[in-house]
């Protein structure tokens, strides 16, 4: 038996490996010690054994309602992600693998590697309405990278798209990948005249750094990018620093600040009704929005979510907030689950990398039904 999580995004620690039947593990917390809950390794065995692994640090980490009716996801060929069978008891997260192959990769969520962030960028700056942009580099030196799609003229409306400011939300990048590559389908109707309308501003990593290390949460010095969008630093947030600076010199007419839920087995949408400037405007564009997404995408719902804030008392640190307040925009944090969606239900696959992709293009129809509204 081996395991290891020597690998893109790997995140586990080898407690004991000696006996098949009790193999205990532990997640290794984000730089700061404040989050874990990701992890993502692979294990080597016997084909035909079965086997039995134990997260034995699961009760402590970040959000222990997370692992109620959860199931970790597989991968044999790290193409097609399943779930198997796992259980949480006694503060430890159980997982039942019948090995059908040498080696098997298993993960919280399906992973989405930097080395795929680097093929969709170099993929879609083919296209002729994209440019790509070096907003500048991060704490351990990677790209920050905004892809640009559309002319730039003045007079459209100008949508921001941010994904996985907390890196272990892979589902965010799977849908900003779904949703890029039916924006530029020159076929596609929905999409020209979006194009017609609106220029994109497209970051599909937020936080390269949290990513490759396995990070929950944070980027490499243990900021939570979505606690600082008033006042991000170089020296602790310069991922937010930059997309900020960004954002002042183009404007911002919607922005969807794409995440995922831990505990909540639903795609719902946080909006930002407890901005200070929130208004009937504002709320018009809010019911529009929603409206068109439940009728395009049957994953999407509104019943279950986060409460909405007080009037006034909206968090101007996270992002969706400091947008609509800054730009007084429609501004949406949308979030999907790590489980599968009770609406419905997967068995075999839960939510998927699928039906992420899905739902960014589905996201964009929605887009297309409030454009000429946002001013």
Known sequence: MRVTANIDAGNIEVIDITNKDD?????????????????????????????????????????????????????YDRQHWFRLPTRYEQGELVIDLALDADAIQIAYFAPYSYERHLDLLSAVQVHPEVTLEHLGLTLDG????????????????????????????????????????????????VSKQLLDKANFYIVPNMNPDGSVRGHLRTNAVGTNLNREWQTPSLAKSPEVYYVVNKMKATGVDLFYDVHGDEGLPYVF????????????????????????????????????????????????????NWVAETFNCLSNTLEMPFKDNQNLADPMEGW??????HLGEASLTAMLAVVDKLR
């Open 23 to 75: 193999i205990r593990l532990a997640i290794r917390p984000d730089a700061g010690d404040e989050f874990f809950q990701w992890f993502n390794f692979r294990f080597e065995g016997v084909v035909g054994y079965q086997y039995t692994l134990k997260i034995v640090n699961a009760g402590q980490s970040s959000y222990t309602k997370g692992w109620q009716e959860y199931y970790a996801v597989a991968s």
């Open 142 to 189: 990677r790209d920050m990278t905004l892809v640009k799609v559309g002319d730039g003229a003045a007079h459209k409306k100008n949508i921001w798209i941010t994904a996985r400011q907390h890196p272990g939300e892979t589902m965010a990048e799977w849908l900003v990948e779904g949703l890029l590559y039916r924006l530029l389908d020159s076929d596609e109707p």
């Open 352 to 357: 998927s990398p699928a039906r992420c992709i």
């Open 269 to 320: 949408l946080a909006g930002c009704e407890g901005v200070p400037s929130w208004d009937a405007r504002m709320q018009q564009l809010q019911d529009a929005f929603e409206s068109a997404l439940l009728l395009v995408s049957p994953d999407f719902q509104t019943k279950f979510g986060y409460g909405k804030d007080e009037a006034g008392k909206a968090n101007l640190n996270i992002a969706s």
